[in-house]
């Protein structure tokens, strides 16, 4: 409902564990892997539409084939995109050489992205430019086969400035300043080593240059290099590589901030950052998908072994629970249930908001993903509902009528579709007066189902800027006269920026922030702002592990009730005639909803890596000075 938040990315690794010629008897082409990759990309548009890519590696190719095809989008809808271009490619080699038709050994020989390992990604540009060069994958190239890095992640670095140093001072120059092409030189840099290791070990053994290619893929230690290059990372990931002679993983943070699931059995392996993708592209049971632990890599060799290692020591699990609230897709059988929980533990506070009046009270969301969490929410409206009938009936006892009855039992929760986001109108005028004009239209609303002494609770996801909601939302919601607009979050107060793969990356564009300021002004306070700075600037030059969040201070003096009230008061037009209310969830009642997914780091400043602190006190420094610089 207000700004959407972005979020980088979406990973999808693939591979066939059998011959080609398998699949084309089995499932009528040698292109199963690709179109499977097709489908798992597509399913995870959700996490990202600004970019998308795709690699492949063919097995044992021979000297002088091309054995690594990759292709990258920017377009409007990069993933289909990317596999017209890789359909055209396909075809056109047909249309000129159909003696391939039914030959697979051709087909892998001629035809580019047909091949067994494959890894897929989608974006969003939320860090440095969205060119089609800062698409994953990168690829680092190299005439050794083994030494061949293919990589994309789900990512953010606290510490990209301090891993950019370490390249250096290891004598590298790196291309460029990104967390992306960092992280692939650091791996880069101890794959060069554990290759040339080997290579003068099977020298000294006896074996030729020739004989040395495959026991350097049978003997890299994928587990080993990983350790190294990972030592210094502090960050959110999933970390997914290819390597030019076929070996591939997918390494997870030590906390779980961001997801991975993967399933296997004879023919596949296939590593995701969504479960119900994997269930439904190969049809397998919730039970058959596995989550990858915390600070472990699933490594798969070009010999088609898979293990899964522990690469690094895990933290105390913090998995983020924006996943659950808003990212992944609802159709995970835990994140539908878990967002239905969290409308249902809002319900107490909006009945309290609406005094109970359920009667004269219409219930509505925007967007469609807090459709889940408006349904657990009816389904608690609803119980409500049916216990005061039951009262009312026993009430009355003998005395009361069978009219009286069915006028009490007829009584239902009012569940209309209030707004609708018009997809096809695009704010695409800058200047500030005409594009306000503009948002305010981008949602139809339906007229005639509010009564002027209704009162109208519209659910969301999360209310993070909050200037859709003033500029847009609340406007044309009060078009439709109701006696109050409540505006319920199924998500807490968001205070603190990410800095692990969402796109909040400073403090003043957070709604929650911006109340705090002005109720420390209300209170004469506000000289805490300048003491939370000259801390901050105090711990500058300490290591990440000694610093603290200061920021909280800003937050301390008031109750999440009173910042509430305050954020309703800066989102409410000055022309608006219905009273407003905004309800939060608390992030206890979010922990009591996600059990298992403690990651709450933007709702209450509790940082799972070290980094974090430094990059929100960094965030606090950027706004007092006016610096308008990414915290990370």
């Known amino acids: 409902m207000s ?51 795709f690699a492949s590696i063919k097995l044992n190719t021979k000297p002088g084939e091309r054995y690594i095809s990759r292709v990258r989008s920017i377009a409007q809808q990069p993933i289909q995109d990317i596999f017209a271009q890789i359909n055209d490619r396909v075809n056109k080699e047909f249309t000129e050489h159909p003696e391939y038709a039914d030959d697979i050994a051709l087909q892998k020989k001629h035809i580019p992205y047909i091949g067994e390992v494959f890894l897929g990604h989608v974006r969003y540009g939320t860090f440095g430019k969205n060119s089609v060069e800062s698409v994953h994958p990168f690829l680092r190239q190299n005439n050794w086969m083994h030494r061949n890095l ?22 590298q120059h790196p291309k460029e300043y990104t967390d992306t092409i960092t992280i692939m030189e650091k791996i880069g840099h101890f794959l060069d080593d554990a290759v ?14 020739n004989e040395a290619s495959p026991l350097i893929a049978e003997r890299l230690n994928v587990a080993k290099i990983l350790r190294k290059a990972a030592k210094n990372w502090d960050g959110g990931y999933a970390m997914a590589g290819l390597i030019g002679h076929g070996d ?47 600070g472990h890599a699933i490594i798969t060799k070009k010999s088609g072994k898979v293990v899964i290692k522990k690469i690094l020591e895990p933290l105390e699990r913090k998995s983020c629970s924006f996943e659950r609230i808003y990212f992944s897709r609802g159709s995970d059988a835990e994140i539908y249930q878990e967002r239905k929980m969290l409308g249902k533990l809002l319900m107490p506070k909006v009945l309290e908001a609406i005094d109970n009046d359920t009667k004269n009270t219409v ?22 509902l049916n216990k005061k009938k039951t009262a009312a009936i026993l009430t009355g006892q003998r005395s009361i009528s069978a ?18 986001k018009d997809v096809k109108l695009r704010t695409f005028i800058t200047e500030d007066s005409s594009r306000d004009d503009l948002v305010a239209h981008v949602y139809d609303v339906t007229y005639g189902v509010i009564k002027p002494n209704d009162n109208l609770v519209i659910i969301d996801d999360s209310i ?56 420390l002004k209300e209170a004469g306070k506000y000289d805490i702002v300048k003491e939370v700075y000259d801390k901050c600037i105090d711990q500058t030059e300490l290591e990440d592990v000694y610093v603290q969040n200061f920021v909280k201070e800003i ?56 980094g974090g602190n430094r990059v929100v006190n960094r965030a606090f420094i950027n706004f007092y000075e006016g610096n308008k610089e990414r915290a990370y």
């Not at 999808?12 to 699949?23: C, G, H, N």
């Not at 892997?33 to 995870?44: A, D, S, T």
């Not at 293919?150 to 004598?171: D, P, Y």
């Not at 009219?403 to 209309?416: A, G, M, Y």
Request: charged share 25%; proline share 5%.
């Open 555 to 610: 937050y301390d003096p008031f109750t999440d009730e009173q910042i509430s009230d305050k954020i309703a008061e800066l989102l409410s037009p000055d022309n608006i005639n219905a009273e407003v209310k905004i309800i939060f969830q608390s992030v206890e009642n979010l922990h009591k909803a996600c059990p298992e997914h403690l990651g709450d780091w933007y709702f209450t400043g509790n940082y799972p890596t070290v």
């Open 196 to 209: 040339s290791k080997i290579y003068k070990d099977v020298k000294k053994e006896g074996y030729s240059k």
């Open 3 to 53: 700004d959407s938040i972005k979020h980088e990315c979406g990973i999808a690794v693939l591979r066939l564990l059998k011959p080609l010629e398998f699949y084309k008897e089995k499932y009528g082409t040698a292109f199963y892997g690709v179109n499977k990759m097709y489908l798992m990309m597509e399913k995870q548009h959700n996490r990202g539409q600004d970019g998308a890519g």
């Open 464 to 519: 993070v800027r909050g200037t859709t909601l003033k500029k847009s939302i609340l406007k044309i919601l009060d078009r439709l006269n109701p006696k109050k607009i409540v505006v319920v979050s199924s998500a807490p107060q968001i205070r603190y920026p990410d800095c692990y793969g969402i796109d909040m990356a400073n403090l003043e564009s957070l709604v929650a922030f911006r109340a705090a300021l002005e109720l």
């Open 150 to 171: 293919i990589m994309a992640g789900n990512f953010n670095m606290t510490n990209v400035k301090e891993l950019f140093a370490n390249l250096i001072r290891l004598g």
């Open 248 to 294: 591939s993983f997918v390494l997870r943070d030590p906390a779980g901030i961001r997801p991975t699931y993967y399933y296997m059995d004879d023919e596949v392996v296939v590593i995701a950052s969504e479960r119900p993708v994997i269930q439904t592209v190969f049809n397998v049971k919730f039970e058959d998908v596995k989550e990858l632990e915390p």
């Open 363 to 384: 219930f509505s969301y925007i967007p469609n993903t807090a459709e889940t969490s408006f349904f657990g929410m009816i389904e608690t409206a609803e119980a409500s």
């Open 403 to 420: 009219d009286k009855v069915t006028e009490i039992l007829s009584e239902r929760i009012r569940v209309e579709k209030i707004a609708i």
